[in-house]
């Protein structure tokens, strides 16, 4: 008697449909558990099926089912019908495709690599409300990176004290001022005072530069608080929130894309806690796929490392990522990705930061070009001179790049960057 009908979620001859939603995902079965049986164990728990054969099946349950449809190296892809999914809910494919199969006991390790979301999926999705040309119209910056940083320490300063390192780094050449992610309103810097003497300084700085500046003020917290935030945002005239993406999750994003939207903000996504499940390279899911995520629920801009900096990724992930965001179509890369046709949902910038300074600008400009924004902190706060001599060090850097001449060369005429490759040089940490 037949217990289990795993292998019935396997067609290695099926096509999957234009409609269809394919994933690829990396697996090591079980002891004892055939490659077979485990891919057909992943497309059942996360589509139509349960560990045993049932008494009654209507017929049209068939075309619900998932379908293994390519098996190979440790690698298999999923198509799952369109109809299994909610029309506009993020939560829901997330719960499908990510959700009971990473716990089952016949599959080792089971790791979510990317999903193909074809255009009917798509078109319930509003994605990013400003698109990265109009982020650029927003600010008024053309032609170079956007560039920003964070006081540092992360936390620990008073909002007096943020808000004065803040006017530093705008007068320095900075677009933006940026909390880091474990800030968001405690006893020594309260949201609402942070709020208002960044304006203060804001203001200043823009009258004394002719310059359009800005902040990414953290408002990640539960949802309610998190509007009051934003709404505190517009009242001052900002035009950016941050939200700690991960840890807020996915329908608190879902919920705020729209809100802040309505107030004229764009959100900035810090991608904190993410590593917990992307950095094992045989479990979990990718940061690929969690951009992808992020692009479709409507954030303007998300991290995606350096791989020159501190945090761990490598050049090829940083690349893609960014064509991800940035890019209309991305082709599939081996099983690195698959292929992706945004149609019209507009573009998001990828954040390069961790661990950068002016000696490492021209590296991460060889990856990422212009279109991007650029964070560097500790390598401006920790300029012999100061933030202000370490925010223009790195915006002669940029300018060295775009010349197309050496860092040392530049440095002939700007002492900023001199004495930033005095102290650092081209160091890489670790």
Known sequence: ???DWYREFVDLDYTPADDEIVCLFYFEPAAGISMEEAAGRIASESSTGTWTTLFTLPPR?????????????NFVKIAYPL???EEGNAVQLLSGIAGNIFGMKAIANLRLIDATLPPAYLKHFGGPHYGNDGIRKMMGIHGRPLTGAVPKPKIGFSAKEHAEIG????????DFVKDDENLTSTSFNRFNERVERMTRFRDRAEAETGEKKSAFLNITADVGTMMKRADLLAEYGWNYAMIDVVVAGTAGIMTMRDYCSDLGLAIHAHRAMHAAFDRNKKHGMTMFFLAKMMRLIGVSQIHTGTAVGKLAGTKKESMLLADLLRENKIDASGNLCLAQDWGRMKSAFPVSSGGLHPGLVPDVLDIYGTELVLLVSGGIHGHPKGTRAGAKATMQAIEAWQEGITLDEKAKTAKELGEALG???????K
């Open 1 to 3: 008697m037949t217990i």
């Open 61 to 73: 349950m068939k075309a619900l089912q998932a379908t293994a449809f390519s098996i190979g190296k």
């Open 83 to 85: 109809a299994l999914w």
């Open 167 to 174: 006017y530093e780094t705008w007068m320095g050449g900075f």
């Open 423 to 429: 102290k650092w040089g081209y160091y890489k940490p």
